[in-house]
């Protein structure tokens, strides 16, 4: 079955560094991947979409990367903020639901 | 645009009583609603699927008759916790899936549950 993995660990980037996270899995490639946020005791937000056939997309500071080769999602965030503070989650396409995974949490330093 | 609510976004309730969710999109039609338990840093586990109209098709492991989802029209889908137990406390967040949409859900903001 598919697994995602993505960094348990907390992830310190200084205030205006870029930020890089990422989501791994395991088994078939997805037709398409998104990233959220989530903020404490918060439903998550929806960031990012990225298909099977585009390579990366932009979006403001954000840039998230698709490798299917690598079986690979990259999350960017560049000029990095405090605000940017958060667990970030990757979910994937499954069958008519999303594959989540466990995210990683991001703490911007000021 | 795309805006999900959630009602109550705390309780507490005492063991053995039931508790009543509610999740409504506000500006959009959504066919297809979610139901999500989520542990302190943990992943999001899907409870189950609720299509508006028919019945909810739970996750394996979920207990149909302990947590009653209805999905009575496009807007509204609820989710009842019966004869709660302090096991049933958890973050209990929904999401819906605009009509004609395959992709992304929105979230509402979730519901704290925690029972004495």
């Known amino acids: 079955s598919q697994k995602i993995e993505q960094n348990s660990e907390a992830l310190n980037i200084q205030e205006g560094k870029t930020a890089t996270l990422t989501c791994n899995y395991t088994?078939?490639?997805?037709?398409?991947l998104q990233w959220y946020r989530q903020d404490p005791g918060r439903g998550p937000v929806f960031l990012l979409l990225?298909?099977?056939n585009e390579k990366e997309k932009r979006k403001e500071r954000l840039k998230v990367t698709f490798d299917t080769t690598l079986k690979q999602s990259l999350f960017h965030i560049t000029a990095s903020q405090p605000a940017d503070s958060a667990t970030y989650l990757c979910?994937?396409?499954?069958?008519?639901?999303?594959?989540w995974g466990a995210g990683t949490k991001l703490i911007i330093k000021p | 645009g795309a805006v999900v609510s959630q009602h109550p976004s705390r309780v507490i309730c005492k063991s053995g009583t039931s508790v009543k969710i509610e999740c409504r999109s506000l500006?959009?039609?959504?066919?297809?609603m979610f139901w999500y338990r989520q542990f302190p840093k943990k992943s999001l586990m899907l409870m189950a699927t609720?299509?508006?109209?028919?019945?909810?098709?739970?996750e394996q492991g979920v207990e149909k008759d302990k947590f009653l989802i209805n999905h009575a029209s496009l807007t509204l889908s609820t989710l009842t916790v019966t004869s709660a137990h302090p096991e049933d406390s958890s973050f209990y967040i929904c999401?819906?899936?605009?009509?004609?949409?395959?992709?992304?859900?929105?979230f509402g903001p979730g519901t704290r549950l925690l029972v004495l």
């Open positions: 999401s819906a899936r605009e009509l004609g949409g395959l992709e992304t859900q929105y």
């Open positions: 500006d959009f039609q959504a066919t297809t």
């Open positions: 609720s299509n508006e109209g028919s019945k909810a098709t739970y």
């Open positions: 088994n078939y490639s997805p037709a398409y």
């Open positions: 990225i298909r099977e």
């Open positions: 979910a994937l396409e499954g069958h008519y639901q999303l594959i």
